[in-house]
């Protein structure tokens, strides 16, 4: 049998995998079934982060234990002497903003970590500006910088259809795609890259960058949040900051939501968490305004249905 083309690093407390036909060293540490993995790895506690972390998504994070599931079992292969061949794990996240793509790409990134596939687990997020020079020979070393920033871990870039802009001759983001092309080929083993936009604008990007979609191996659509979704978030948000909606307030962010979704630029999960800090805005200034009176914990964390509804959504 030959030899596996690539070695997993073991997780710790685990025993890496020897050479098929080679005496193990500790078998009772060579990990036989998927709850040796998950016990190992523990990456089952990052799955628990994502639901805590995020509403919703639920496409999404099934997409994410599909590919934990294939990693946990390539570990298993390995650990038998089964050949392999290192998997490709580039990935696409299209949607909307706010839908939650950078917390995957962090989650995703300690998921790799944990199992071994990358070396420290960190991400870099990045847009085009981080990687694309002003003049002739600025670009390759902006690229390669952050590339070498990202080694070992998981490099996100965000709307990446930005790198390519055929409509002007003079510029550098070609010069960018073809270094990225090339790590992303060569050292698949030690960076993992995530490219992120709106998914028109992404599924135009690939269509003129052949070469960078045969090597995305994983596409993620993220969806927007319903409006109770929204609800839920706005209600975690809060309960992080330590404040509370008053009696009918939540009912008039319901009807902020139902309003400012259908406004341009609406951003989910952005979004709600701009009007929240608006709204806590006003009732500072609420408070600010009655200077001699003391303050009960309750005046201090509570937002009042006239925090909300002094938004300019609610002019027309």
């Known amino acids: 049998m030959n030899p596996p083309l690539y070695a997993v690093p073991a997780a710790a407390g685990e025993a890496a995998p020897t050479e098929p036909g080679a005496p193990a060293t500790d078998t009772a540490a060579i990990p036989r079934s998927v709850g040796d993995v998950l016990r190992n790895s523990q990456i089952e506690t990052v799955f628990d982060e994502l639901d805590r972390d995020l509403v919703g ?55 790799l970590h944990r199992l071994g596939y990358v ?9 085009r500006d981080d990687l694309v020079g002003q003049y002739i020979g600025h670009t390759a070393p902006k690229t390669k910088e952050v590339l070498k920033k990202a080694m070992g871990g998981v490099l996100f870039i965000d709307e990446a259809y930005y790198l390519y802009k055929p409509e002007n001759e003079r ?26 936009g709106y998914k028109d604008r992404m ?9 960078m979609s045969s090597r995305i191996a994983h596409h993620l659509d993220f969806p927007d949040y319903s409006h109770g979704e929204l609800q839920q978030i706005a209600d975690r948000m809060l309960d992080g900051m330590s404040y ?4 009918g307030a939540r009912e008039v962010f319901g009807e902020y939501l139902t309003r400012r979704i259908a406004q341009p630029h609406f951003a989910n999960a952005r979004s709600v ?13 609420r408070l600010f305004a009655d200077r001699e009176r003391a303050l009960t914990q309750g005046d201090l964390t509570t937002l009042l249905p006239e925090d909300i509804r002094a938004s300019r959504v609610f002019a027309n």
């Open 57 to 111: 998504l639920a496409p999404v994070k099934q997409r994410i234990r599909d590919i934990a599931a294939l990693l946990v079992i390539d570990r298993l292969r390995l650990a038998l002497g089964l050949q392999a061949h290192a998997p490709s794990l580039h990935m696409s996240f299209t949607g909307n903003p706010g839908t939650g793509k950078t917390t995957v790409a962090m989650r995703m990134a300690q998921i």
């Open 119 to 127: 070396r420290k687990g960190h991400l870099v997020a990045v847009t």
């Open 171 to 196: 510029d550098y983001g070609q010069e960018a795609i073809e270094i990225l092309l090339q790590v992303m080929e060569n050292q698949r083993d030690d960076l993992v890259v995530i490219l992120a």
């Open 203 to 211: 599924d135009t990007f690939f269509r003129s960058n052949p070469g």
């Open 244 to 247: 509370r909606f008053a009696d």
């Open 273 to 285: 968490r701009n009007a929240l800090d608006r709204a806590r805005l006003r009732q500072a200034s």
